[in-house]
């Protein structure tokens, strides 16, 4: 396996990064969980937007221009001979001092790109659903740490996370502060509602996710489906005909039942399935190539 790290393609062993990088002492620093299908990276520029914007909300400068970061991850991929894979893109604050102020971090920042095979989840989730929990932590506050920046700190959601896990559960329902449903662990959620699909909008907390804006646009402009961007309980979920969770890693992967209520018919929901199966197409046939 070769790793990108800092101009250079390493082997693994190889791949190390200093103890003193605030990345490691303070979660400072940014990431992107990207995947190639087929020979093409899905939404690699919406990727690199998003990588860039988070970028800028922690001030930090990427030492490197988008292009140049295209590149990268094509020509990773390319040592790695991969055509389908999950490429994992970050870029730490640098290495610095004990204290935690960035401007000591001279070296500036490290960017490391790994990209190997995707670990998906049991075929079995995608035929019979999954079973999800509220988690009691809150989605961290916009004002305290927007849930848009994808930052190295993924505290808040691996505590709630484990909290799925103690569950005997894969995945954790996060309200925000309000008590109203911002989005999963990993995933961002949907319900389908009355004939509509709803989906939080991104001030409640929910990740601008890249695999929410596909499936966004398959159901408006393909579909046809009427759909909202709506503030929503666990009440609706729990009434909702049919839930499903997106995600780069995810896909699209029903829900089938949330704080032990069967959700709907208790099966993967046929809109569900439909806006899956269509986004699987597009997955497999457009980004950019590996070349
Ligand atoms: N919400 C959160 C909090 C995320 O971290 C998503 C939604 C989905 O967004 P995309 O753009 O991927 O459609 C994410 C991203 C994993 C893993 O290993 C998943 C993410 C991040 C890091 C690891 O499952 N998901």
């Given amino acids: 396996m070769k790793i990108y790290l800092d101009d250079k393609l390493v082997s693994k062993e190889q791949a190390k990064i200093s103890v003193f990088d605030h990345g490691v002492l303070y979660g400072d620093g940014i990431f992107e969980g990207i995947r190639a299908y087929n020979g093409r990276v899905f939404r690699l520029n919406e990727h690199l937007d998003r990588l860039w914007d988070s970028a800028k909300a922690i001030n930090l400068t990427i030492p490197k221009t988008k292009k140049e970061?295209?590149?990268i991850v094509i020509d990773t991929l390319l040592a790695n001979n991969l055509k389908d894979a999950y490429i994992r893109l970050l870029v730490t604050r640098g290495v610095g001092d004990l204290g935690l102020d960035p401007r000591k971090c001279?070296?500036?920042p490290s960017i490391?790109?790994?990209a190997d095979e995707i670990s998906l989840y049991p075929e079995e989730f995608y035929e019979k659903g999954l079973e999800v929990v509220t988690s009691s932590l809150r989605r961290v506050r916009p004002d305290t740490l927007s849930p848009n920046i994808k930052s190295l700190n993924?505290?808040?959601n691996i505590m709630a996370k484990l909290e799925a896990i103690r569950a005997g559960v894969i995945e954790a329902i996060m309200l925000n502060t309000e008590g109203y449903v911002a989005e999963c662990t990993g995933d961002n959620i949907f319900i389908v509602k009355n004939g509509e699909l709803w989906t939080p909008?991104?001030?409640a907390g929910a990740l601008d996710g890249i695999t929410r804006n596909a499936v966004i646009e398959i159901a408006k402009n393909k579909l046809k489906y009427p759909f909202k961007e709506a503030v929503f309980t666990m009440y609706d979920v729990y009434t909702a005909d049919e839930c499903f969770l997106?995600?780069?890693a995810a896909e699209v992967i029903p829900v089938t039942c949330a704080d032990s209520r069967a959700i709907g018919t208790g099966q993967a929901g046929k809109i569900t399935l439909h806006?899956?199966?269509e986004f699987r197409a597009l997955a497999h046939s457009t980004g950019t190539p590996i070349k």
């Fill in 69 to 71: 970061m295209e590149k």
């Fill in 201 to 203: 909008p991104v001030s």
């Fill in 106 to 108: 001279a070296s500036g």
């Fill in 275 to 277: 806006l899956m199966q």
């Fill in 112 to 114: 490391v790109v790994i």
């Fill in 246 to 248: 997106t995600g780069t």
């Fill in 154 to 156: 993924y505290l808040n």
